[in-house]
């Protein structure tokens, strides 16, 4: 079911241009220095067509909430989120907003310097100036309180959420979000279901905090459950409130 995406009014800068795009599921909003909508219709449709071939003849990527594995000649895509869920321990299908926003987001480098990618809150970005990106956990309270950080030496980055109190996406766990940060936006997808997954109460913020520690790529951690919150690894992290 949709999701009304009421944090892309957070959007503050003007020095990017900022436009959607959507093809069926994917449902993305870019920041670039001009308007691509015509480019980024095509990237979507590129990336997104091989995955629909592979998906309707390997139904099993599309159901399994366990790793799969692909066949070397499966599509680019497909081997990423292989790639991505294999190292986090999740279904194919948990990386898939993180890998076709990093998709299209490599591909747009073609026209513009600087990018910014959102998928459903996960989001590839490469940027040359400090960005600040907001924090949404649903119906916390921190949500619109906190922003990460990210600054030019960081990117390109994978910025991705997982929650089990917002949105249509599959979560195991009830963390109102749980972000992760990693050079794959794939891998950050991934790794936020697998740590999201962790998360029943407040109490489970450090348990899922060791997950993370033992997924290899993840740079850092942030994980809200009502008011509490728990950090690691290399984030920094602001009061915007």
């Known amino acids: ?35 691509l909508k015509a480019e980024t219709l095509d990237l979507i449709i590129k990336h997104r067509t091989p995955l629909e071939e592979y998906i309707q003849s390997h139904p099993l990527f599309i159901s399994s909430l366990e790793p799969v594995p692909v066949e070397r000649d ?14 986090a321990g999740v279904g194919p299908m948990a990386a898939v907003a993180g890998a076709i926003a990093e998709a299209v ?19 590839f970005i490469k940027t040359s100036r400090t960005r600040l990106i907001g924090i949404y956990a649903g119906s916390s309270s921190l949500t619109g309180k906190l922003a990460l950080k990210i600054a030019p030496e960081t990117i390109p980055l994978g910025i991705c959420t997982s929650s089990g109190t917002v949105g ?42 060791e997950r993370a520690q033992t997924i290899k790529g993840v740079i850092g951690v942030v994980i809200i459950k009502c008011e509490e919150i728990g950090l690691w690894g290399d984030i920094e992290i602001l009061n915007v409130d």
Request: hydrophobic share 45%.
């Open 74 to 87: 499966a599509p680019d895509i497909v081997k990423n989120m292989a790639q991505a869920t294999r190292i």
């Open 105 to 123: 987001g490599k591909d747009l480098l073609t026209y513009t310097p600087e990018v910014i990618v959102e998928n459903g809150g996960d989001i």
């Open 1 to 35: 079911m949709y999701q009304p995406r009421t944090y892309r009014h957070w959007i503050k800068d003007t020095d990017l241009v900022s436009f959607e795009v959507v093809v069926k599921e994917t449902d993305l909003q870019i920041r670039a220095q001009r308007d």
């Open 168 to 209: 249509p996406s599959l979560s195991l766990g009830a963390a109102d979000a749980a972000i992760v940060l990693s050079r794959s936006t794939a891998l950050a997808d991934a790794a936020a279901t697998a740590i999201g997954n962790v998360v029943k109460g407040g109490g489970d913020i450090a348990l899922a905090i």
